[in-house]
Structure formats: structure tokens, C-alpha cells
């Protein structure tokens, strides 16, 4: 008898055949390679990350004698506990995972089937798309106005006249451009029937508290943390939920029981604590946003928006001259790609309402002066 021969790609789930991947971030070991530049040169201020890095305590909890051989604790009682004392909240409403990003896909999970919509705000965080179209919703974006504030009145006519309407994502404040959601209107965004979940990754280097608590009376809200930027361990991969308590026992049922890991859930808990360290980090990050926006500012044809994150948003006018790059590309284009000549990584999204402009992140104030001494070069 012959073998049956069939196509494996007519088995996948016909909603994932088209998909769009998600396009993470390139390593700079790899960049390096790529440019010629010894990886220690190269100055990276494209991924938001945070350049001074975490607590010492993290190091030491890290060189002590890890576990590694055995599973984690699934229920996560150490972790828990140590952000539930850092938030003021019980255990009970939080839950872990590897970032964000896995939050996120344990949110979408829970709450959306297949032809579920999920409404959107772009531009924003690309993990929100994509997670919504792994998932196989239906995508609905609001797109927000030119200065990236949200359209509420927008978002209450799309929630109200999409059916299944499941979840809506609110990066808080927002990437690409570090905008505020006013509490105003958060509260009327929250009388939707819609889980509206809050992504406050960068909400530390803002002038808010964030809105954890904030789940004890809105039974309909989610809020997204990491230790990513705050902490510094971005490559640890920890980040966790807030809920209301009823909806955790669903998402236990479907999560993975492993994650964060190990050196992860130790290296997120002795970040906690050392709070004086973290606090001096994000003053120290705020202080250098602040100066490099007025740096910026100074540059013929560039608008820099206002940021309460650890990034900015430059909008780079036409006419501005850039020596490098594809002629035939924008300005902003053009930059991203001279920096990088230079060892300086800022990222550029070739997405709608963000061609014209860069992300830059903000490092240590020597990296903020690289940056102004490659700019000078460019733009010469
Ligand atoms: C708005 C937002 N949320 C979440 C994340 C991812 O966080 P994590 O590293 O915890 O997965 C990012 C990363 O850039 C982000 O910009």
C-alpha cells in the first residue's frame, strides 16, 4: 500500500494560513554582526528596554543556587504574594506569566472564539493585533487622533455596534508615543460591556499610580504589568495581571503551568525588593526623557510629543535634508537607518500614521549625547 501523501499546510487552522507573524526585536549580538560594530558599541535605544538594568539584589538572587532541576511553583505563592504586597492588593487577584506578552495571550485565550472582536486603538502595541488574529477575531481598530489621544465617543459607537465585542486593549500610557489616558475617560470606556484591559508596561515613569486597584470596583477591567521596563528584565521575561478575583480561577484553567520560570519569578522578587533602587532608576529614566525631548526639540523639522514613558515619539518634517538612507525614503526612514550606521538603534514603524516618524528610548545620558552626536552628523 502506498503511503498517504498529503499537504501538512492544508491541516493548519485556516485562519492561521494568511497570518501576518509578529516582528519582534533583533538582538543587538546579531545587529552587530550585521553592521560591523562591536556589540559593546552599539547603543540600544529601540525596544524600550531599561539600560540600567536591575536591583543588584537580582544579580545575587541569580548567582544563588537556583532550583533549576525542579518545575516551579504553578500557583506562583511567592511571586504572588511579593506583588501583591508591592501593589497593596491580596495574591488573590494576581497572576503571572513570561511578560506581558503572555498575559496578553492568556487574556485573548480566555475571553475570545473564533469570530469574537476585539476593538483596538492604533497605533499601538503590535501584540494586541496579533494576538487577536491568532486567535481568529474579528479586528476592529479605532484608530486615535493625529495627536494619539483616544476617540471615546469613536470607541463607544464601535463597542455598541459590534457584535461579540470581547475585549479592548488600551495601552496605558500608549506605545508608540507615551500619551495618557485621561481617568475621565477611562471610567466612561469602563461602563462598556467590554473587558477593557489596561496595558500599564510603561506606567512607572509617568506621573499616575496606575490603576491595579482599580479592578476592586470595575469588575469589567484588567490591568497589565511587567518587569520588563520598570525591573530591568526584559530578557527574564516576567510580567503579571491584576483582575477582578472572579475571573482567576477561569484563567488558571488555561494557562500554562510553568511560567514565569525560576530565575524569573527569584529575580522579579528580589527586584521588589529594593524599591529605593527602582524608584532613583525611573527618576533617573524621567530626567534624561525630559532633557532628551528639549534636544530634540531644537532640531529644525522635528516634533517631539510629550511622553510619560521611557520612550519618545519624534514626527520629522519633509523637508528635512538626512545625509544616508534610501533617497527615495522619508526622512524619518532614512534616520533610522544613517543611526544605525552609527551603532545607534531607534525604531521606525512603516505602519499608518507613524511613516513620518521615530521611537527613540530613553538610556543614560551618554546615550542620549551619542544620539545628538550621530543626529549631527546625519542632518549636517
Ligand atoms: C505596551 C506594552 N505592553 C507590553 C509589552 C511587553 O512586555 P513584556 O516584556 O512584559 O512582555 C511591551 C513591550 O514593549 C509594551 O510596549
Known amino acids: 500500500m502506498r503511503p498517504v501523501t498529503i499537504n501538512p499546510e492544508t491541516l493548519l487552522a485556516p485562519h492561521l494560513r494568511a497570518l501576518q507573524g509578529y516582528t519582534p526585536i533583533v538582538p543587538p549580538s546579531v545587529l552587530a554582526q550585521r553592521l560591523g560594530h562591536p556589540q559593546e558599541q552599539i547603543i540600544k535605544l529601540d525596544a524600550n528596554e531599561n539600560l540600567y538594568g536591575p536591583p543588584p539584589a537580582v544579580r545575587q538572587a541569580l548567582a544563588d543556587a537556583l532550583p533549576v532541576n525542579i518545575y516551579p511553583d504553578p500557583d506562583q505563592t511567592a511571586f504572588r504574594a511579593a506583588v501583591g504586597r508591592y501593589l497593596g492588593m491580596a495574591a488573590s487577584h494576581i497572576i503571572g506569566g513570561a511578560g506581558a506578552d503572555e498575559v496578553i495571550d492568556l487574556v485573548v485565550r480566555a475571553f475570545v472564539a473564533l469570530g469574537d472582536a476585539v476593538i ?3 497605533p499601538t502595541f503590535g501584540m494586541y493585533r496579533w494576538q487577536a488574529d491568532v486567535a481568529g477575531a474579528r479586528y476592529v481598530p479605532v484608530p486615535r487622533r493625529a495627536d494619539f489621544s483616544v476617540d471615546v465617543a469613536a ?8 457584535p461579540n465585542a470581547k475585549l479592548l486593549f488600551i495601552a496605558n500610557p500608549n506605545n508608540p508615543d507615551g500619551s495618557l489616558l485621561a481617568d475621565e475617560d477611562l471610567k466612561r470606556l469602563l461602563a462598556l460591556p467590554i473587558m477593557v484591559v489596561l496595558d500599564e508596561a510603561y506606567i512607572d515613569f509617568s506621573a499616575h499610580p496606575g490603576h491595579a486597584r482599580w479592578v476592586l470596583e470595575h469588575e469589567n477591567l484588567i490591568v497589565l504589568r511587567t518587569f520588563s521596563k520598570l525591573a530591568g528584565l ?3 521575561r516576567v510580567g ?15 494557562k500554562q503551568p510553568y511560567t514565569p520560570n525560576v530565575a524569573g519569578e527569584a529575580a522579579a522578587i528580589a527586584a521588589l525588593s529594593d524599591p529605593a533602587y527602582l524608584r532613583d532608576v525611573v527618576a533617573r529614566i524621567v530626567a534624561e526623557r525630559e532633557r532628551m525631548r528639549q534636544l530634540l526639540m531644537q532640531i529644525p523639522g522635528f516634533y517631539v510629543f510629550p511622553s510619560q514613558a521611557n520612550f519618545v515619539l519624534c514626527r520629522v518634517a519633509d523637508s528635512v535634508r538626512v545625509n544616508g538612507g534610501d533617497p527615495s525614503w522619508h526622512p524619518a526612514r532614512r534616520i533610522k537607518a544613517a543611526l544605525e550606521q552609527h551603532g545607534v538603534l531607534v525604531r521606525y514603524f512603516d505602519k499608518e500614521g507613524l511613516r513620518d516618524c ?3 528610548s530613553v538610556g543614560l545620558p551618554e546615550h542620549t549625547d551619542a544620539l545628538m552626536r550621530a543626529l549631527e552628523v546625519i542632518l549636517r
Do not use: M, N, Q
Not at 155 to 162: D, H, L, Y
Not at 240 to 254: D, M, N, R, S
Open 120 to 122: 483596538d486603538l492604533p
Open 155 to 162: 470607541v463607544e459607537r464601535a463597542v455598541r455596534s459590534t
Open 234 to 236: 526584559a530578557g527574564l
Open 240 to 254: 503579571y495581571g491584576v483582575f477582578p478575583e472572579k475571573l482567576v480561577p477561569h484563567l488558571w484553567k488555561i
Open 358 to 360: 521615530i521611537r527613540v
